[in-house]
């Protein structure tokens, strides 16, 4: 689970700093970076942020079954 969270911590550090969404972009696009590449660039850290926060939540949740007669 720590490694899912370490993959995805850059884009959600991305959300809610603009200088490290510049450096994310800038490195993924050769410095080519126009206001499409920007929009495109903050659905994808968003839809696959939260994805991945959702599977971490669901892992949690279903390790933390001890008795497998509740299910």
């Known amino acids: 689970m720590v490694i899912f969270f370490l993959q995805v911590l ?3 550090i991305s959300l809610f700093s603009p200088e490290f969404k510049m450096i994310l972009m800038s490195d993924g ?3 080519d970076i126009s206001h ?3 929009v495109m660039f ?3 850290a968003l839809v696959l ?3 991945v926060i959702g599977i971490i939540t669901f892992i949690y ?3 933390s079954f001890n008795d ?3 299910l």
Request: aromatic share 10%; hydrophobic share 50%; no cysteine.
């Open 36 to 38: 499409d590449t920007v």
């Open 29 to 31: 696009f050769d410095g």
């Open 10 to 12: 850059p884009l959600i």
């Open 61 to 63: 949740g279903v390790l």
């Open 68 to 70: 497998l007669d509740l």
């Open 42 to 44: 903050e659905q994808f």
């Open 49 to 51: 942020g939260l994805t």
